[in-house]
């Protein structure tokens, strides 16, 4: 459970597991169809995590819009935070969407930053040591070839991140 304070999307991000380096409070998401669109579209490339925040009732179209303008990204929604049905639910939006159908209670949206105008080494040595070894996995090479690949990426030698990884 975060820490509990006045602002649920900075409770919301702490807790999220999201990169936390840099974010951008969004806030609600405008009603009207061509305000909506052209936020999504002034956000979609934020090289930042993003903070939303929405009412239930309105939970699953601002999730498929989301999807629809920045793509299927790992999203955190934080639930009731620091009340007694808090809850914490992780996943790919697909994913969410899948299980989610019947949203209660006020929600914080914490969106994955977008990669699309960062150069891909940069961005994968501000990743943790763990977290450059999923991206390597969920592309699907092997182990010997991930130690290979972070240690080419970071400009280590391979022993010394296969040693990281064996403790």
């Given amino acids: 459970m975060p820490i509990p304070g006045a602002c649920a999307g900075i409770s919301a991000i702490i807790a999220s597991g999201l990169d936390t380096t ?10 009207n169809k061509k305000d909506r669109k052209e936020k999504l579209e002034q956000i979609k490339d934020i090289n930042s ?3 939303l925040y929405e009412a239930p009732h309105k939970l699953i179209r601002t ?4 999807m629809e303008f920045l793509g299927d990204r790992n999203v955190v929604l934080a639930r009731e935070i620091t009340k007694i049905h808090e809850e914490f639910i992780r996943g790919t939006i697909s994913q969410i969407l ?3 159908k019947e949203p209660k209670g006020e929600f914080v949206i914490i969106v994955e930053k977008s990669f699309k105008n960062v150069n ?3 961005w994968l040595l501000d990743l943790s040591l763990e977290e450059h070894y999923k991206y390597y996995e969920k592309k699907g090479f092997e182990k010997k070839e991930i130690i290979k690949k972070i240690a080419k990426d970071r400009n ?3 022993n010394e991140i296969y040693q990281y990884f064996i403790k």
């Fill in 22 to 31: 840099n974010f951008h409070f969004v806030g609600f998401l405008p009603v």
């Fill in 49 to 51: 995590t993003l903070i």
């Fill in 63 to 66: 999730l498929e819009d989301i």
């Fill in 98 to 100: 899948e299980k989610y």
């Fill in 120 to 122: 891909e080494k940069d």
């Fill in 156 to 158: 280590k030698n391979k």
